[in-house]
């Protein structure tokens, strides 16, 4: 009897990663959630299930890598076979450089770069196994340059995404898809909402990153062939500035 697939989304916010975790589901996949607070995916694990598909919750922190391996190796055991990964933990915030404390900037260090080093790794670890799977990770403007008051953002996202480099040349050979997908500008939720209003109403509908639509993009890129892999992929509105 097959093992069912599983996508793991790793840091599966009220939005992306809520987004990507529900595509997946309706391809089939059983769709294995995790962030540092457990009952908060609840609902989405719910909705996931009413829809007709499986999913389960993790609470995880995804900088500690006794937790990071053991959900690994728990899904492996009891869940299914891991066939795609998804890091989208976040880390965004803006401090000035005087206020910047070295534990802020090794909090936001730890929250992009090492979990990403620490999830990628262990993708890889079970992946390579199959010689098959998909691991992506979500980027953002600060990927490539930065910007006053992200230097901890920016050294995060840039170490993510040299990481995604350095594994996808690695690992590609070997069968394991590595993508990291640059999200530039303001995504759908009820915070930017709140917060970006007057930019909202400015931009209008096609100005602001639709969740489901970054979704789809994380979907096609796990579903491409093996002739044709993309690496990095570019989101962003059309009215986006860059």
Same mark, same amino acid.
């Given at each position: 009897m097959?093992?069912?697939s599983?996508?793991c989304?790793?840091?599966?916010?009220? %939005? /992306?990663?809520?987004?990507? %975790?529900?595509?997946?589901?309706?391809? +089939?996949?059983t769709?294995?959630?995790?962030?540092?607070?457990?009952?908060?995916?609840?609902?989405?694990v719910?909705?996931?299930?009413?829809? !007709?598909?499986?999913?389960?919750?993790f609470?995880?922190d995804a900088?500690?890598?006794?937790?990071?391996?053991?959900?690994?190796?728990?899904?492996?055991?009891?869940?299914?076979?891991?066939?795609?990964?998804?890091?989208?933990?976040?880390?965004?915030?803006?401090?000035?450089?005087?206020?910047?404390?070295?534990? #802020?900037?090794? #909090?936001? $260090?730890?929250?992009?770069?090492?979990?990403?080093?620490?999830?990628?790794?262990?993708?890889? &670890?079970?992946?390579?196994? &199959?010689e098959?799977?998909?691991?992506?990770?979500t980027?953002a403007?600060?990927?490539?340059? +930065?910007?006053?008051?992200?230097?901890?953002?920016? !050294?995060? #996202?840039?170490?993510?995404?040299a990481? %995604?480099q *350095?594994?996808?040349?690695?690992?590609? @050979?070997k069968?394991i898809?590595?993508?990291h997908?640059?999200?530039?500008?303001l995504?759908d939720?009820?915070?930017?909402?709140?917060?970006?209003?007057?930019y909202?109403?400015?931009? !209008?509908h096609?100005?602001?990153?639709?969740?489901?639509?970054?979704?789809?993009?994380? $979907?096609?890129?796990?579903?491409? @062939?093996?002739?044709?892999? /993309?690496?990095?992929?570019?989101?962003?509105? *059309?009215?986006? #500035?860059?």
């Amino acid at each position: 009897m097959s093992r069912p697939s599983v996508c793991c989304v790793i840091g599966a916010g009220d %939005a /992306t990663g809520s987004a990507i %975790a529900r595509r997946f589901a309706q391809e +089939g996949y059983t769709v294995c959630v995790a962030r540092r607070n457990e009952e908060a995916l609840r609902p989405l694990v719910q909705q996931i299930r009413d829809q !007709g598909g499986h999913a389960f919750a993790f609470g995880m922190d995804a900088r500690r890598e006794e937790q990071v391996v053991s959900f690994f190796n728990q899904i492996e055991a009891d869940v299914g076979q891991i066939d795609a990964v998804i890091f989208n933990v976040g880390g965004n915030v803006r401090f000035p450089i005087l206020e910047t404390t070295s534990q #802020k900037y090794f #909090k936001v $260090w730890e929250m992009c770069a090492m979990a990403g080093f620490l999830v990628g790794r262990e993708a890889a &670890r079970v992946m390579l196994q &199959r010689e098959r799977g998909t691991i992506l990770f979500t980027g953002a403007t600060a990927s490539t340059r +930065g910007g006053a008051g992200f230097s901890a953002f920016a !050294g995060g #996202k840039a170490a993510l995404r040299a990481l %995604a480099q *350095s594994m996808a040349r690695e690992l590609g @050979p070997k069968g394991i898809h590595v993508a990291h997908i640059i999200i530039d500008g303001l995504i759908d939720t009820e915070f930017a909402r709140q917060n970006f209003n007057d930019y909202v109403n400015d931009v !209008g509908h096609d100005g602001i990153l639709n969740p489901d639509h970054i979704a789809q993009a994380y $979907w096609y890129l796990h579903a491409q @062939p093996k002739d044709s892999w /993309t690496f990095e992929l570019d989101l962003r509105p *059309s009215v986006e #500035k860059w």
